[in-house]
């Protein structure tokens, strides 16, 4: 209940590293666990795979005490602030408090002085964004990675971004290859699209068509190719 979150969130800062690693991830065992509602039929419920699931609401004590993690003196406790924030954000992908969080805070550890911690930024990166370029963008929901990229262009993340990329290509995780369907050409085009189009923090993304996303997308990958 909320004693068991508050003892993790105060655990965060206790003077072992290990102890607050270990409160991290009991955090974020927490916040993303799918919780069953109880009720008076509750093991009936369960026995029918009737149960009301659900997960905690997502506080702003919670995302602090994450990203308090990430200026850590301890590399373990950094890396799993990124792990962890990112656990989070898979879990609530429809929180803007989360993605801006995550955008803001663990993507900036990307020019961290420990390259352990620099790789597992490069890891979440694939797997939150990278992931989703992958994808047909046939609906007008976009997903989680699409919004992650028009949130890095609207918090003016580009340098970072250009840092993660290049640590990605350095390691060998993206090939470059001057295609529409190159993971690396698709993302810095998307970026490109989206300082372009001059979108501001206050649009919301709900309102964006993702095909329509897809056409710029396609339209200035075109543009560059030519030039």
Not at 4 to 20: S, Y
Request: one cysteine or more; glycine letters at 4%.
């Amino acid at each position: 209940g909320a004693s068991l979150l508050d003892a993790a969130r105060t655990a965060t800062t206790e003077t072992k590293p290990m102890l607050r690693a270990k409160a991290l991830q009991v955090l974020t065992c927490i916040l993303t666990k799918e919780w069953i509602r109880p009720t008076p039929v509750t093991e009936l419920a369960k026995a029918n795979d009737e149960a009301d699931y659900f997960r905690l609401t997502l506080m702003d004590d919670d995302l602090q005490a994450i990203v308090a993690a990430f200026s850590d003196p301890s590399i373990a406790v950094r890396k799993q602030a990124v792990h962890c924030l990112t656990e989070v954000l898979k879990a609530h992908p429809s929180s803007p408090s989360a993605l801006s969080t995550w955008v803001m805070t663990a993507l900036p550890l990307i020019i961290d002085t420990e390259a352990t911690v620099v790789q597992k930024v490069a890891s979440v990166f694939e797997d939150v964004v990278l992931s989703a370029l992958h994808e047909d963008v046939t609906t007008d929901d976009l997903s989680l990675g699409w919004k992650a990229l028009y949130k890095i262009g609207e918090c003016n993340m580009i340098q970072i971004l250009k840092h993660i990329v290049g640590y990605m290509i350095r390691q060998g995780g993206i090939t470059f290859e001057r295609s529409g369907q190159s993971s690396f050409f698709r993302l810095v085009n998307m970026c490109k699209v989206h300082c372009e189009a001059g979108l501001s923090s206050s649009v919301v993304h709900a309102d964006v068509s993702a095909v329509d996303v897809e056409e710029r997308l396609n339209a200035t990958t075109r543009t560059m190719a030519a030039t």
